[in-house]
Nanobody, 123 residues
């Protein structure tokens, strides 16, 4: 079965950095657009970043543009999210997801989801 397993979350001070990883199995990873979403307590899930199968196209939410970078290694079936200059408002559970379609922004268009990893940014 398909599994997406996130790792790399934790507690960091504002201004710090974290690198999230998402290891995929059970799917042809290089055929999927991979996305990162996040959900803070009491808030709706929101799009963070996405990367096309080849890595040639990447997309970011305005709130993270210039601070976060998404990348992938198709040989390792892994997608990464480098998060720099973290702010308290980045605190959330971060989820990776896989999408075989053309959409990248809407969570409902993603086929598979990981269990999430907590990121907490202290002020």
């Amino acid at each position: 079965q398909v599994q997406l397993v996130e790792s790399g979350g934790g507690l960091v001070q504002a201004g710090g950095s974290l690198r999230l990883s998402c290891a995929a199995s059970g799917l042809t990873f290089s055929s999927y657009t991979m996305g990162w979403f996040r959900q803070a307590p009491g808030k709706k899930r929101e799009f963070v970043a996405a990367i096309r199968w080849s890595g040639s196209s990447v997309y970011y939410a305005d709130s993270v543009k210039g601070r976060f970078a998404i990348s992938r290694d198709n040989a390792k079936n892994t997608v990464y999210l480098q998060m720099n200059s973290l702010k308290p408002e980045d605190t959330a559970v971060y989820y990776c997801a896989a999408n075989q379609g053309s959409s990248y922004y809407t969570g409902g268009h993603y086929d598979y989801w990981g269990q999430g990893t907590q990121v907490t940014v202290s002020s």
